[in-house]
């Protein structure tokens, strides 16, 4: 009984490992004009989903050394990218740029 405990334990985590380095999905909201949380590190192969928890505001999401990003994103609407190569990637909210909507994604290479 309990070796069976144990081993269903250590293969849960070994799972949630191997998840969390090939292709997790992390949540990043959009929430009193901020994103939250603003600086995220995740590993290569990430999915960051940002999703608009507002009541009444629309924002956006863009990666300004790119020019890429998301269209307008009303209340519960969401965009999603997937983080492919190691790197810094910063970006900021267009339509609140002068209010310091801002965040940055820190993706970092597999062992
Ligand atoms: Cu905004």
Known sequence: MRWTL???????????????????TVTV?????????????????????W???ERRT???VYF???DLG?????????WERRFDNPGTYEY?????ESR???GVIRVIAND
């Open 51 to 53: 999703v608009n928890m």
């Open 92 to 96: 900021h909210c267009r339509p609140h």
């Open 6 to 24: 144990t081993c269903g334990a250590l293969l849960a985590m070994s799972m949630s490992a191997l998840a969390m380095a090939n292709g997790d």
């Open 29 to 49: 909201e959009m929430i009193d004009y901020g994103y939250s949380p603003a600086e995220l590190e995740v590993p290569v192969g990430t999915t960051v989903r």
């Open 70 to 78: 998301s269209e307008r994103l009303f209340p519960e609407e969401y």
């Open 64 to 66: 300004p050394d790119e």
């Open 100 to 102: 310091d909507m801002r």
């Open 58 to 60: 629309s924002h956006d």
